[in-house]
């Protein structure tokens, strides 16, 4: 997988890939980022990339030119790669994204600055926009990040053997269940029992109910989403009950 990133501000895609498992993951060749500074194609003796708003406003407006020069550019090189615009009026990205694109080859993320990008780039050059939240940013860069990292989770040989992306939140549609390690005793709290019962079987059923009560008091309307068992449901329905008590 190659991302490529259309950016202002390209050392911004560096230290978060120095780190830890995405670094070991380029290391190995798994994927690559590279990101490009728009100004690198923009034109005049100032290299002017953004420009005021035509019928007045605050702010000013992204130039299309630049921006059209540099997607026809990493498309001769990736003709199938899609393009993709970092902005809050975006889709809501979810997990399922991040599984489905990292089955693409290459994806070109869009980073937007100040009010954003001339309206004829997002009509003409643009597959699919993304909102990382119903907030707004400084720019588009830490959003493109965003998604890089959860991406690039799905891709072949990245986690490694001991965890997988299979068993993520949201992949059952359910909140992860909680999380112990040693001490069996932090600060007079002891590991629930269960955990040390070697029972693997009561182990998987302790957890699954973990997951129902903590999406059913956090997150209830995951609930709607998720294909539950019959089990499931009557473990639901007990909590329901003691929720109410
Ligand atoms: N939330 C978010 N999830 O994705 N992006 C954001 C986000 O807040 N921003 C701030 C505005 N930037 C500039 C901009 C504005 C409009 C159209 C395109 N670009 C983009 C990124």
Not at 135 to 147: D, I, K, R, W
Not at 156 to 185: I, M, N
Not at 207 to 224: I, K, N, V
Request: glycine residues 8%; charged residues 25%; proline residues 6%.
């Amino acid at each position: 997988m190659i991302f490529d990133v259309l950016t202002l501000f390209p050392e911004m895609f560096v230290s978060p890939l120095q780190e830890s498992i995405l670094a070991r993951a380029i290391k190995q060749g798994l994927f690559e980022v590279r990101a490009h500074n728009l100004r690198s194609w923009a034109e005049g003796k100032h290299l002017t990339t953004d420009d005021t708003p035509y019928g007045g406003g605050d702010g000013m407006v992204m130039k299309p030119e630049p921006i059209a020069k540099a997607i026809t550019e990493l498309k001769q090189q990736a003709p199938t790669a899609k393009v993709l615009l970092m902005t809050p009026q975006g889709v809501p990205f979810r997990q399922q994204h991040a599984r489905e694109l990292a089955h693409e080859e290459n994806l070109i993320f869009l980073c937007g600055r100040y009010e954003g990008f001339d309206e004829r780039v997002r009509q003409t050059l643009v597959d699919a926009e993304f909102s990382i939240g119903d907030f707004v940013l400084t720019g588009g860069e830490l959003p493109a990040m965003v998604m890089i990292d959860a991406i690039c989770r799905h891709l072949p040989g990245v986690l490694g053997s001991s965890s997988s992306a299979e068993t993520d939140s949201f992949v059952d549609g359910l909140l992860e269940y909680p999380q112990y390690t040693r001490p069996a005793v932090f600060n007079g709290m002891a590991v629930p029992d269960v955990l040390l019962s070697g029972d693997h079987g009561r182990i998987a059923n302790w957890r699954r109910e973990q997951q129902l009560l903590r999406t059913l008091q956090r997150r209830p309307e995951l609930l709607e989403k998720v294909l539950l068992t019959e089990q499931d449901e009557k473990v639901l329905d007990l909590l329901r009950h003691k929720l109410k008590t």
